[in-house]
């Protein structure tokens, strides 16, 4: 299983969708905008912005096994999208400190993690993937649905394009095939 997450300052991880509280999306907008200017007003810092990080990205978990994998410092959500390449045989860099990627072989995805005191390792059937990635978006796009709610009227458009953009939400996910 895949699912969009945002890191907040406890080091917890939120997953985004549009089954947030309004709390929860007020939490996650500030971390965005904290992220890039935590002294600034959060909408000011989001728009005025070059570019959005959103720490945080997709966690991998398996439920027959219970294993799960975070998302590593300096993998942010804004790359997602990237996981399509892995279907090509590009490696998926997901972060360090620990060292975590996602591979194909041999029709599976293997998710690693060089964790201490064991590494892990979560393996997706390749064929799969599409329909994850997909979910993936649909989460995105209902979290991108509930934005209007924490910004002024007159700058809702702005932010939700802003978001979409940066975070390449609604663009096709270039899968194989």
């Known amino acids: 299983m895949l699912r969009p997450v ?11 969708s549009g089954r947030l509280t309004p709390a929860e999306l007020d939490q996650v907008m500030t971390r965005m905008a904290g992220y ?23 966690l991998v978990s398996d439920p027959a096994t219970g294993a799960v994998i975070e998302p590593s410092c300096c993998c942010g959500l804004e790359a997602w999208t990237e996981w399509a390449a892995v279907l090509t045989g590009h490696k998926a860099n997901l ?30 059937p390749a064929a799969e993937l599409p ?9 995105l796009t209902d979290f991108l649905g509930l934005v209007p ?14 978001l979409d953009r940066e975070l390449r939400i609604t663009e096709p996910l270039g899968l194989p095939g």
């Not at 990627?101 to 892990?120: F, M």
């Open 36 to 58: 890039l200017d935590d002294e600034a007003d959060p909408l000011t810092a989001l728009l005025d912005s070059d570019g959005i990080v959103v720490a945080g990205g997709l």
């Open 131 to 139: 329909a994850l990635l997909l979910a993936v978006q649909r989460d």
């Open 95 to 124: 972060g360090h400190s620990p060292d975590s990627w996602a591979e194909l072989r041999e029709g599976v995805v293997q998710v690693h993690v060089d964790s201490d005191p064991a590494p892990v390792r979560i393996d997706l």
């Open 6 to 16: 945002i890191e907040l300052d406890d080091l917890s991880f939120l997953p985004l």
């Open 149 to 162: 709610n924490w910004t002024p009227p007159e700058r809702a458009e702005e932010v939700v394009r802003l």
